[in-house]
Structures are given as structure tokens and as C-alpha cells.
């Protein structure tokens, strides 16, 4: 089975704190990606980063980072220094060459308060 | 570039009417999706087409229909509207067929069926 867990339903935090959004996925496939989108409150999704399963680097852009591990299939989301602008949902995807369809996770409301 | 466009923005239907939620892209992606997206749950894939000419089921495609019109544009067909249909839906397309390409949204349509 394939499935995206976020655990977190929603995070309040105050500006200025980091803050790490949960992403576990499950697949028997070897070869799939990892997806992170934001939904801020005027409702569009935007596509934030695509990461494959071969490639455990962390990544870094600027506020955000991902820190992908493959031994606790878990594709954790942080943001440094959060800003109001933050706030949004997050949503962690999932994809493989069974189907090429993203399986979604519920999504993790976060609120930064001034 | 518009990117992917969708009309209308909102929509009320009384039970039993039919209408059609449009969508066009302009980036000569090959693949579109629809989707529906209601509270707690992500979203969830209605029917997607991967190429001119083909159109297939996603997770949860009873009450829709679907038309890939061209490479455009891909329109999703409510025929006898249902409360349960009340939703937020997304067009999406990428580049390539059966990819690992990120996926590129527009702006949603949110639906309400009294």
C-alpha cells in the first residue's frame, strides 16, 4: 500500500520560531518521489520541492529546508526563522512508477502569529 | 504565460443540475487532472489524462465525466449534481505523461450543490 502521513493537523507558532512540518509516506516501490506543496489562504497550490529516492542530500532555500530519510521513510519540512507569510498548508505528496499518480497527505495547517 | 486557468471561480447548484468546470493550460503540458479537495483530507484525484486522445479514473471518479479536448483543455462534467460533491476543485497539468514532473495548479473552483 502507498500512503502519506501528516501527523501534525496544525501547528501554531509565534514569528521568528523554526518550525518542522512531519511528512512520513509508505511505498515498496525503489524508485518514487517526494513532493511538498503550499496552500496559502487565497487557496492556490504551489509546488515548493520534488525530491527522488536516490538522492538523501538535505536540501536548503533560503528560509526552508528538507531533510529526507530514507530509513524512517520521513521527508520532514523545516522553516527557519518563520515569517506570517508562512502561514499556509502544507501538503507532502507522493509518487512512484506504479501508477505516476501523487498520493497526497492530509495536509498541516500552520499558523504564524505576529 | 497564464500557466492553468479554470472557470468559474465559484459555482451554486441546486441538486439534480448539471454543469461543466473548464480548464485550460498553456504551458504544452501533456498530462491534466482534476481533483477535488474537501476539509481534512487533501486531495483527492478524480480523473486525469496523460495525453491527448486518453482520459482514465482517478481515486474517486463516480458522478464526473471527463473530456480532453485538445491538448488545452481538459473539462469536468457534473451531471446530476449531489450535496456530497460540494468541494473545491483543482485542475492540474505537468510535462510528460507517466512522469515524475511536478504538477502545476490553477486557482480552483468552489463548488456548492444545495
Known amino acids: 500500500a502507498q500512503k502519506v502521513t501528516q501527523a501534525q493537523t496544525e501547528i501554531s507558532v509565534v514569528e521568528k520560531e523554526d518550525v518542522t512540518l512531519d511528512c512520513v509516506y509508505e511505498?515498496?516501490?525503489?524508485?518514487?518521489?517526494l513532493f511538498w506543496y503550499k496552500q496559502p489562504p487565497s487557496g492556490e497550490l504551489v509546488f515548493l520541492i520534488r525530491?527522488?529516492?536516490?538522492d538523501e542530500q538535505n536540501e536548503i532555500s533560503g528560509r526552508y529546508s528538507w531533510n529526507f530519510q530514507k530509513s524512517t521513510s520521513s521527508f520532514n519540512f523545516t522553516i527557519t526563522a518563520s515569517q506570517v507569510v508562512d502561514s499556509a498548508v502544507y501538503f507532502c505528496a507522493l509518487l512512484t512508477d506504479s501508477n505516476y499518480q501523487l498520493i497526497w497527505g492530509a495536509g498541516t495547517k500552520l499558523i504564524i502569529k505576529p | 504565460n497564464a500557466g492553468v486557468t479554470q472557470t468559474p471561480k465559484f459555482q451554486v447548484l441546486k441538486t439534480g443540475q448539471s454543469m461543466t468546470l473548464q480548464c485550460a493550460q498553456d504551458m504544452n503540458h501533456n498530462s491534466m487532472y482534476w481533483y477535488r479537495q474537501d476539509p481534512g483530507m487533501g486531495l483527492r484525484l478524480i480523473y486525469y489524462?496523460?495525453?491527448?486522445?486518453?482520459?482514465d479514473k482517478g481515486e474517486v471518479p463516480n458522478g464526473y465525466n471527463v473530456s480532453r479536448l485538445n491538448k488545452r483543455e481538459f473539462s469536468l462534467r457534473l451531471e446530476s449534481a449531489a450535496p456530497s460533491q460540494t468541494s473545491v476543485y483543482f485542475c492540474a497539468s505537468k510535462v510528460g505523461g507517466y512522469s515524475y514532473n511536478e504538477q502545476f495548479f490553477g486557482p480552483g473552483t468552489r463548488l456548492t450543490v444545495l
Open positions: 489524462s496523460a495525453s491527448e486522445g486518453t482520459t
Open positions: 511505498t515498496r516501490d525503489t524508485t518514487y518521489y
Open positions: 525530491r527522488n529516492s536516490f
